[in-house]
């Protein structure tokens, strides 16, 4: 029997970057995207910099939504095995096996429903970033005018009710000279002054208090949220409760961590993951944490 790997099922909400736009769902328009481009080469978008370099391998309809496979590698290093089967429609576990449980590409695994997404995470294969700026790539090649999209972590209801209960005193926040995360132009950050209290040599750590009254917004405090998570690098956000607790960015994800067969290349075998993933988006919607209106309340 393989081995089981540890995934970490995060939840996001699919925010288009111009919401006045008309689209159609996204998980329709990713579908024509990928049957305007039927071989491996026509979809694999090369990673820029660091940037890692993904394809979508395969996608499906399940009875909830659709599930889309994909493979992520270091940008510059292109597999043999891959550039031996550009012309293919769809690469196989065999296709990218380099020798037994060793990898030569990461498989990332998302499955989306409307404007909810489960998305598997695991360590250097490409985050949400990642995915979204790929799909955004890849539904521009049939709507030039498609503005992109974002992934957008939803704060679990129950750190929410606690931030109201308590109030929002300050937050901190760790970012980096490239990060660009504070604009003290942007109206949101009007309401707050900063203190650098911590800096390093290519970090510093502000402390944002609020100006115009005592506590943060819950409203201001998602936004800050949902900002830090967009950055290019990684910004660390944490909110200090007036009880003296202290939330930090990841404590407000919704996610759940499962165990999943090893598909031989240390990938998560697709069919076993997309089943957990099915099966965690109903438990979500069930326990209040994810609102899907097309779906029945529990009786």
Request: hydrophobic content about 35%; overall charge neutral.
């Amino acid at each position: 029997m393989r081995d089981l790997l540890h995934r970490t099922l995060n939840y996001y909400h699919v925010t288009l970057a111009n919401e006045e736009y008309q689209s159609p769902p996204i998980a329709q328009l990713i579908k024509t995207a990928y049957a305007e481009s039927p071989i491996i080469g026509d979809r694999l978008r090369q990673g820029v910099g660091l940037e890692r370099s993904c394809v979508a391998n395969t996608i499906q309809d399940n009875k909830l939504g659709l599930e889309v496979a994909f493979l992520t590698y270091d940008s510059g290093y292109r597999p043999k095995k891959i550039e031996e089967n550009l012309q293919s429609y769809v690469l196989t576990p065999e296709d990218i096996r380099l020798a037994k449980n060793e990898q030569i590409a990461e498989v990332v695994h998302l499955f989306i429903r409307n404007n909810h997404a489960v998305l598997e995470s695991h360590r250097g294969a490409g985050g949400p970033g990642l995915i979204a700026k790929y799909l955004s790539w890849l539904i521009k090649r049939i709507d030039s005018n498609f503005p992109g999209i974002f992934f957008d972590p939803a704060p679990r209801p129950d750190v929410i009710e606690q931030m109201r209960k308590h109030r929002v005193k300050r937050l901190s926040l760790g970012v980096s000279p490239t990060v660009g995360l504070v604009d003290p132009h942007r109206d949101l950050y009007h309401t707050l002054s900063d203190i650098v209290f911590k800096t390093e040599a290519r970090r510093a750590v502000l402390e944002l208090t609020p100006t115009r009254s005592r506590y943060l917004k819950i409203e201001e405090c998602e936004a800050l949220y949902r900002e830090s998570e967009r950055t290019p690098v990684s910004a660390e956000i944490a909110f200090h409760l007036g009880n003296g607790t202290i939330i930090k960015g990841n404590d407000f994800k919704i996610k759940k961590v499962v165990r999943v067969p090893n598909d031989g290349t240390n990938n998560a075998r697709s069919e076993d993951i997309f089943e957990a993933m099915t099966e965690t988006y109903l438990e979500w919607v069930k326990d209040g944490y994810i609102q899907d209106t097309e779906m029945a309340p529990p009786g």
